[in-house]
């Protein structure tokens, strides 16, 4: 979690360095700083306030710093630690680097070493923190995406069944119209051959018969679909 104002825990069992290091960090405007002598509530304490940054003395009495290292770490691996140490110490606080301390000072503390020290700490959790947030609402911005178009290739393809069914439909009213059409001719003409067989009438009036069917023929003209071939009609 970011802060409008990030928080330090300064631990060290001695309490004057506790205050020193108070004094060198504590600005309104940029920091708040609480402290911590006993060991044995520092966690409890880095529970309850899930502090940005963390200083440790190396040695102290019932803890030492790589333990206390190490179990901050282990309930918040993204709290930036900087351990304190004395000069003879360099090989120890290098070990602490390589356990996830960010970086080491050393005894006895300048003000100028501890801000710069802190301040290195307090921008890379920064920038950790910001672009894990960014690789977050980026996962959740493409699935987002990802599930909006699912629901459009649903959508099409519900649109695309509904359309092939219509389709379907139509050829088929088609066909049947087709089919009515050449029953029509088929009857027209079969009552045209009955005229012809059966009329007694003159060729003039017989002719006058054929002209009236023609003209029947000619009204129930119809145009089968595209590439469907109808039997006994003429095929496109």
Request: aromatic fraction near 4%; include cysteine.
């Amino acid at each position: 979690m970011l802060r409008p104002k990030p928080l330090i825990l300064c631990v060290d069992d001695e309490s004057d360095i506790c205050e020193m290091l108070r004094d060198f960090l504590e600005d309104p405007e940029l920091y708040q700083v609480i402290t911590c002598s006993e060991t044995n509530l520092v966690l409890p304490l880095v529970q309850r306030e899930s502090p940005d940054l963390v200083t440790l003395d190396m040695r102290m009495p019932g803890k030492s710093g790589l333990e206390l290292l190490e179990e901050i770490k282990t309930y918040d691996n993204d709290i930036a630690v900087i351990m304190v140490t004395a000069v003879r110490e360099v090989e120890t606080a290098l070990q602490a680097v390589r356990l996830g301390a960010y970086d080491y000072v050393n005894k006895p503390l300048g003000i100028e070493e501890v801000n710069f020290a802190v301040n290195k700490a307090l921008e890379h959790r920064r920038l950790v923190l910001e672009n894990r947030n960014y690789q977050l609402n980026l996962e959740r911005m493409v699935e987002e995406k990802t599930s909006h178009l699912d629901q459009k290739v649903r959508e099409l393809s519900a649109l695309n069944s509904l359309f092939q069914t219509h389709l379907n439909q139509r050829y088929d009213a088609e066909k049947n119209n087709a089919h009515i059409h050449n029953r029509l001719i088929s009857l027209a003409n079969d009552l045209q051959d009955l005229i012809v067989e059966t009329s007694s009438a003159t060729p003039q009036t017989e002719e006058i018969s054929r002209s009236d069917i023609a003209q029947i023929t000619k009204t129930s003209t119809y145009t089968p679909p595209s590439n469907t071939r109808v039997a006994g009609g003429p095929t496109a």
